[in-house]
């Protein structure tokens, strides 16, 4: 069964920063989009960024400059490297590749 496997998350000061990452069971170089998500405490889940297999990428405008989402497919992982993380920025952070992984908690707090 295809896994995906998150890691790199934990607590962190304001204006910290972090790097997570999801590594898959399998190739993911036919993926064509591959995505962070992230749920609030309390609220719903909310795409963070994505990034498809010819190296375009996309992001939410809350973390645009201060996030950076990279694929490697010889390693068969994604990474959302987070700069500058502020409060709001604590969630369950969440890989998808057309399934979920089991998530990875980031706290910013002082």
């Known amino acids: 069964q295809v896994q995906l496997v998150e890691s790199g998350g934990g607590l962190v000061q304001p204006g910290g920063s972090l790097k997570l990452s999801c590594a898959s069971s399998r190739r993911i170089s036919p993926i064509v989009i591959m995505s962070w998500y992230r749920q609030p405490p309390g609220k719903q889940r909310e795409l963070v960024a994505q990034i498809t297999s010819g190296g375009s990428t996309n992001y939410a405008d809350s973390v645009k400059g201060r996030f950076t989402i990279s694929r490697d497919n010889a390693k068969n992982a994604v990474y959302l490297e987070m700069n500058s993380l502020k409060p709001e920025d604590t969630a369950v952070y969440y890989c998808?590749?057309?399934?979920w992984g089991q998530g990875i908690e980031v706290t910013v707090s002082s």
């Open positions: 998808n590749a057309g399934i």
